[in-house]
């Protein structure tokens, strides 16, 4: 059923204006649009905050429409009494009629109340002195609001700002009930079944603003029925009885001393802190921190004690300590030796462990441990990345606490800002399709990258002809498809390589989609060709530079498919844009494939044909060939693919075609477990196929029964050309795509 919240916050008074009101309303407003609230808002703040504008928004949701589940209205702003009426003042307030009286409001909600489950209001109305100079004016109390919004129970509710005469109190151009209000639709208020309901943000917000500057007031929702918002992760764990926490917080005190009592020792000079000290202090640490963070998540109510906070920051205070990394520094990790890279969420650092093996060493920047959010994308990175088995994806090691960090492959190469190559078609196509099949691979892990810029691809020249090799990093900003946390602050990327969605409406879906990297993989694309950065959102600019390149660099036949997919890539509306990087690949690999026929016929002899399906399909190198069939291995080395000429047909105005089959078979790259293995298994992956051998004519299939999965797909009708290879090169994407979203 539909939610309508209509949203109201007013800073640029006249003569009394507050700090404040307009920041709370326009977070309200996009903590209520995400997925686990759900809510249509109307936003009205400062000039658009009228009388008229607040009384036309309350009738349109209160008699118009079909009426809903919720409407829910929030008001930020000064809030008086004048004579026996109650009022919330709009910006064009008068002196006898200062903006909406709490009897229009509860007139408002008892007629909305027919054609709503539940209406609420959410008042947090500041009560400036300066605003009463006026004669007959005065600060608008808990008792007005008793006797003009009267008889509630869960269909109608109020939460209050303040009770009595105390001041509804600002800090840091933010209102304190309005920030304890966030903090709880956030998650701090999320009950036992990972819901937030009317009562429990109550109940936050008496216990999370201090008495001593307000008292927020409650009225309905007694039993807790009254549910806001879903999805949340659950809370775990009992209250806690005072003798266990008198227990813990004493045993976390004694973690404490002991450390710093260590750190003192092992710290007390230079060289011994270099040999030998930071290495003590970090075996020490992380079992301390493990402690902590296993503790906190047995007894949860232990983040609403102050005086575990402040042993949890000096934990943190130690882990900044071990951040602070240099040169010749022998850690857990092994003797560290040089800084290879610094981004966003920490340094990166090369590092030889005991064995001699060299690795690289990600530690976060140890001045942003308290930055929740960020600590929590480190993490996610960490996590996304140790779930993809891929051989062009970094692979991660293992992740500690002291210092918060975590080693990877150490990868002999630069980023591709600063890698040269030869500016060959051939060679950057290549480089192109691989990421893009790399970042397919991801996508049918269900992990979206949401950073695909240059510095997170780094390139390994090889071979005589120093071919880049491509290897995707840095998934801080992944989003993975399972994770249903809500976050108020998501914004992530590079302004040139994110799409707008990701930017503007960072709590969107459309900003957790696969459309999000075919965005940056096209702009990453112009990058690769031009040599230079896209413009941020200018994308006609970006064309027209992309296209001047590219007519200098080949034939218009081979630029006409990346012309095409820059420009439906690069659309502003997430629907328009290629919705897989499936197809991505293909529009790559027909281009790739232009560039081939360059060099001579469009045709190809029929001893060639599986020879140069294989080579879209995986480039010079990478498979082996006779005659009549060609074997490789998708670029994740989890699918063994068979390409084989059965026979030729003559089609009906003479034309010889071939007739394909090509076989699937899963490598012992995918763990069998996986697989939910047996005959359901395999019938779930049957279906998916299905569905995409659908979309292509003359191509059907036929299950085998080699190892844990195997399939045959028979293709007709396709012609001996480079058109054709190009088409049987889709077919074997797009299956393999299938296969791999094993999970």
Excluded at 53 to 76: I, Q, S
Excluded at 384 to 389: D, K, S, V, Y
Excluded at 621 to 643: C, D, H, I
Excluded at 699 to 705: D, E, I, L, N, T
């Amino acid at each position: 059923m539909s939610r309508h919240a209509i949203v109201v916050g007013v800073d640029a008074y006249p003569e009394f204006p507050l700090e404040g009101c307009v920041n709370d309303a326009t977070d309200i407003a996009t903590c209520l649009e995400i997925e686990n609230y759900g809510f249509t808002v109307t936003l009205l703040t400062d000039g658009d905050a009228t009388r008229d504008n607040v009384k036309d928004a309350l009738g349109e949701r209160t008699y118009e429409g079909d009426g809903g589940d919720f409407l829910l209205f929030y008001f930020a702003g000064h809030g008086v009494g004048f004579g026996d009426a109650g009022y919330l003042v709009t910006i064009d307030e008068k002196r006898f009629e200062p903006g909406i009286s709490l009897s229009e409001l509860s007139r408002f909600m008892d007629a909305a109340s027919s054609r709503y489950n539940h209406v609420i209001a959410i008042l947090d109305c500041c009560h400036s002195g300066l605003v009463f100079n006026e004669a007959g004016r005065r600060p608008l109390t808990g008792s007005d609001i008793d006797q003009e919004i009267p008889t509630i129970n869960e269909s109608r509710c109020v939460l209050a700002a303040c009770r009595g005469h105390e001041e509804a109190q600002e800090i840091d151009g933010h209102g304190v009930f309005t920030a304890a209000l966030l903090d709880g639709l956030l998650g701090d208020a999320v009950g036992y079944h990972g819901e937030v309901s009317l009562l429990r943000l109550a109940e936050y917000a008496f216990n999370a603003v201090p008495a001593s500057m307000q008292t927020p007031v409650f009225k309905g929702d007694v039993t807790g029925t009254v549910i806001l918002g879903v999805g949340f992760p659950e809370r775990m764990g009992p209250p806690i009885g005072r003798n266990e926490l008198e227990m813990t917080l004493a045993k976390a005190q004694a973690f404490v001393d002991e450390h710093y009592n260590l750190q003192q020792t092992e710290f007390r000079n230079r060289e011994r802190k270099l040999r030998s000290g930071v290495k003590v202090c970090a075996s020490d640490l992380e079992g301390k921190i493990r402690w902590f963070r296993d503790t906190e998540t047995a007894l949860p109510d232990l983040l609403r004690d102050p005086t575990w906070s402040a042993l949890q920051a000096r934990m943190s205070d130690f882990q900044k300590v071990l951040a602070g990394i240099e040169p010749t520094m022998r850690t857990v990790h092994g003797l560290v030796t040089d800084r290879i890279g610094q981004g966003g969420y920490g340094q990166v650092w090369r590092a030889r462990r005991d064995d001699g093996e060299t690795v690289a060493l990600k530690i976060f920047h140890g001045n942003e441990l308290g930055d929740e959010t960020k600590v929590k994308r480190f993490r996610r990175g960490f996590d996304a990345m140790r779930m993809l088995e891929h051989p062009r994806i970094v692979n991660v090691r293992d992740l500690t606490y002291a210092p918060y960090a975590f080693t990877m492959d150490y990868i002999d190469g630069n980023d591709l800002r600063k890698t040269y190559f030869e500016d060959d078609p051939s060679i950057v196509l290549r480089l192109l399709v691989e990421i893009a099949e790399t970042v397919q691979y991801a996508h049918s892990r269900k992990i979206l990258h949401r950073d695909i810029k240059p510095e997170n691809i780094i390139v390994v020249l090889e071979g005589d002809d120093l071919r880049p090799v491509p290897y995707l990093t840095d998934f801080d900003l992944a989003y993975h498809e399972t994770n249903r946390t809500a976050t108020s602050e998501m914004v992530g990327g590079v302004l040139n390589y994110a799409p707008p969605e990701q930017i503007t409406q960072p709590n969107a879906a459309a900003a957790r989609a696969a459309t999000v990297d075919i965005y940056s993989l096209a702009q990453l694309m112009f990058f690769i060709i031009v040599r230079a950065d896209p413009r941020a959102y200018d994308i006609q600019t970006n064309l027209r530079e992309l296209t001047k390149k590219l007519n200098s660099w080949t034939d218009d036949q081979a630029a006409e498919p990346l012309v095409e997919l820059y420009r439906r890539a690069t659309d502003a509306d997430p629907s328009k844009r290629p919705q897989s990087m499936v197809e991505v690949a293909t529009l790559l690999t027909r281009s790739q494939a232009r560039v081939m026929a360059m060099s001579g016929n469009d045709a190809i002899p029929e001893d060639e044909f599986c020879r140069r399906i294989a080579m879209l399909s995986v480039g010079l190198g990478k498979f082996t060939a006779t005659n009549r069939e060609a074997s490789f291995s998708s670029l994740s080395g989890q699918v063994s693919v068979v390409v084989r000429l059965k026979s030729v047909e003559v089609s009906r105005n003479g034309h010889e075609l071939p007739v394909l089959e090509i076989e699937f078979a899963v490598t012992d790259k995918i763990p069998v477990p996986s697989l939910k293995s047996g005959s359901a298994g395999r019938q779930a992956i049957n279906n998916r196929l299905l569905k995409i051998i659908r979309r292509f004519p003359n191509v059907s299939h036929m299950p085998g029964s080699k190892g844990s999965y195997q399939v045959f797909i028979n293709v007709k009708g396709l012609p001996f050309s480079i058109g054709g290879a190009t088409d049987a090169r889709h077919i074997v994407g797009e299956i393999i795509a299938g296969i791999e979203a094993w999970g």
